[in-house]
């Protein structure tokens, strides 16, 4: 059973930074590609990130040079550096995979104040 688990979310300031995980367990992630999708309230979830099997990534153009997604397939996690911090960035953040299946994590809430 594939499990994905979200951590490092918070309040924080305008401005600020926080660095969000997502460790998966029951099985490798490290030749898949994973993705880091937030839900606003009222609002439809939206893609934020994705980090290939390679290394390659992939970004909203609203997130784009403010978050950064990387992976450590030595601990089956991905991350999500997000910087420059703005009201409009709170929402629940969740770590998206496919492995031949879909998995989503339960999400991590994230709140910015102004």
């Known amino acids: 059973q594939v499990q994905l688990v979200e951590s490092g979310g918070g309040l924080v300031q305008a401005g600020g930074s926080l660095r969000l995980s997502c460790a998966a367990s029951?099985?490798?992630?490290?030749?898949?590609?994973m993705s880091w999708f937030r839900q606003a309230p009222g609002k439809e979830r939206e893609f934020v990130a994705q980090i290939g099997w390679n290394g390659n990534t992939y970004y909203a153009d609203s997130v784009k040079g403010r978050f950064t997604i990387s992976r450590d397939n030595a601990k089956n996690t991905v991350y999500l550096q997000m910087n420059s911090l703005k009201p409009e960035d709170t929402a629940v953040y969740y770590c998206?995979?496919?492995?031949?299946?879909?998995?989503w994590g339960q999400g991590t809430q994230v709140t910015v104040s102004s």
């Open positions: 998206y995979a496919n492995l031949g299946s879909e998995y």
């Open positions: 029951g099985r490798t992630v490290s030749s898949r590609g």
